[in-house]
Structure formats: C-alpha cells, structure tokens
C-alpha cells in the first residue's frame, strides 16, 4: 500500500512521535522518504525515534511540546514556520485517554482531553493552513478513533474530545479544499499501544491491530490523489440518479 512518489520528499510533522501510533507512522513515512518533525512531551522517547528513522537513512528533527499547553502550540508553529518555512504534511496523532464515568470526570479532566485531542489539532491545523495551501500537495491527516463516532462507558472526555476532531475535520476538509489542501480522519478501533493498556487493561493487546497497520493507511491517504470532495460526489450522484 501507498504511493511511494507521493510520499517521498515532503516534509511531515507527526504528533504524539515518541511512541505508539505516531512513532509507526514517522518510521514509516520516513521509510517512504519523507523528512519528519517528530512532535511529543518526552525528549529523550523522541531523540530515540530520530536514531532509530537515521540509522535507516532517513531524516527526523525533534521539537518537544506539551500539546495540552496553547502558548507551547503556538510557539511550536513559530519554531516550524522560523526554521523550516514550509509544511506538506501534518499528522495530528497526540492523544490521551484517562478512564473514568462521568460522574467521576473532572473539569482539569474534561479539559485536559479537549485541549490535547481537540485544540492543539484545531490550532495546528488552522495555523499552518498557508504553508500546507503552499505545498504542491499539502494533507492533513487527523487520528479519530472508533470513539469519534460511538460512546463506550468510562470515556466521556476522550469520546467527547474525538467527536469534536471528527467536526473539526469535516469542516476543515470543505473549507481547505478550495486551497488545495486534502484533510482525513482516519478512525482505528482498538491499536496494541501503552493507551489501550491503560483504558482498557482487560484486553490481551495481541488480539488488537499493530500500530503498523494505521502507519500504512496514513501514508495511503498521504500518497493518493484526485480525490474528489464530498459536493462533487454528491453532484454525480444526482446526475446519474436525477430521480433521487
Ligand atoms: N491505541 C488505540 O487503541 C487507539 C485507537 C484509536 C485511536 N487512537 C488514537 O491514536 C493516537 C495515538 O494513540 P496511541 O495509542 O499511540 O497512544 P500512546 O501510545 O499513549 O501515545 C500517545 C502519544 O501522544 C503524545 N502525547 C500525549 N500527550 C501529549 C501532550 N500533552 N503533548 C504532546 N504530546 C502528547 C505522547 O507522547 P509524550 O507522552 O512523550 O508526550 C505519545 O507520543 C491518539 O490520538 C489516540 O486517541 C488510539
């Protein structure tokens, strides 16, 4: 899968880096050829990525960020825009999930997910729109979750929080396409990473995905091309199915 003349060449900034999902997804569009910003809190998980996407002959630059914190996502675009000017693709992976009912949610709780899964996306996004509008092929690729689209006892923010990326997506994908730019929301169910662990520890993570899997579909989405929106499929429809 994936379109590796696509890929190759672009420069891509990958929230959440350090482990799980997004470390699978920088290793792999690394492989692919693309030049990574490595995003995350932990320096020293991050560094270890980069060595790891060098050691292949790949190329990887690290900025440590808390993501919960709107001044820190401000000046992550700063430092982006100062040092590198250009952006093709942004992959806004970072995430928590704290398992709790609602009744037991705190507000520090509520926001904390909301400013994670739901803020530091939109900020990102709405942010680097120019340099993404400026790149031949510029993509947006947010990580929903199954819980984007259901609610499951015990994940109220987190579920709350994923619904409101799945909005900002859809929004986001009508009002960049005049621009150029293409935005996916791509929903996995359960990923053997250290989240699921922690939300639900009665799963036996080998029953659930490889993180590998949602790296290979991301650099699918990333590599594809002429697509058309949901307007233009929607205007074919009605002009096959004139009696719909
Ligand atoms: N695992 C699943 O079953 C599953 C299913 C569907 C969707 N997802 C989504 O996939 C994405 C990745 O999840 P995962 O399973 O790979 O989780 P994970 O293993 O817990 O990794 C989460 C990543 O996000 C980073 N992160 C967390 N809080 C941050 C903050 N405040 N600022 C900057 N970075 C932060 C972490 O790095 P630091 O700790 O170093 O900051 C880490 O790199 C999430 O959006 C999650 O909701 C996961």
Redesign the pocket.
């Known amino acids: 899968m994936g379109d590796a003349q696509g890929v190759a060449g672009k420069l891509a900034l990958v929230?959440?880096?350090?482990?799980?999902?997004?470390?699978a997804i920088a290793r792999r569009l690394a492989s692919a050829g693309c030049e990574l910003l490595l995003?995350?809190?932990?320096e020293n998980?991050?560094a270890a990525v980069a060595r790891e996407i060098g050691k292949s002959g790949g190329s990887a630059g690290c900025i440590s960020?808390?993501?919960?914190d709107a001044e820190q996502t401000a000046e992550l675009v700063q430092a982006v825009r100062e040092k590198y000017g250009r952006l093709d693709v942004l992959v806004n992976?970072?995430?928590?999930?704290e398992p709790a009912s609602l009744s037991e949610t705190s507000v520090e709780m509520w926001d904390r997910h909301m400013a994670?899964?739901a803020r530091?996306p939109f900020v990102l996004s709405s942010r680097f729109t120019d340099l993404l509008a400026r790149s031949a092929d510029g993509v947006i690729v947010n990580?929903?979750?199954?819980?984007s689209h259901k609610g499951y006892v015990n994940q109220g923010a987190?579920a709350a929080s994923?619904h409101a990326m799945l909005g900002l997506t859809k929004v986001l994908a009508r009002e960049l396409h005049p621009r150029g730019v293409r935005v996916h929301l791509v929903?996995?169910?359960?990923?053997?990473?250290?989240?699921?662990s922690?939300v639900r520890p009665d799963i036996d993570l080998s029953e659930?995905m490889d993180?590998e899997e949602v790296a290979k579909v991301v650099e699918f989405l990333i590599g594809m091309d002429g697509v058309a929106t949901v307007d233009e499929i929607a205007v074919r429809r009605r002009q096959s199915e004139p009696w719909k």
Do not use: E, F, H, Q
């Open positions: 929230t959440g880096a350090s482990r799980g999902i997004g470390a995003v995350g809190r932990s998980a991050l960020v808390d993501l919960g992976n970072a995430g928590i999930a994670v899964n530091a990580i929903g979750s199954v819980v987190y994923k929903s996995p169910g359960g990923v053997a990473t250290d989240m699921i922690g659930l993180p």
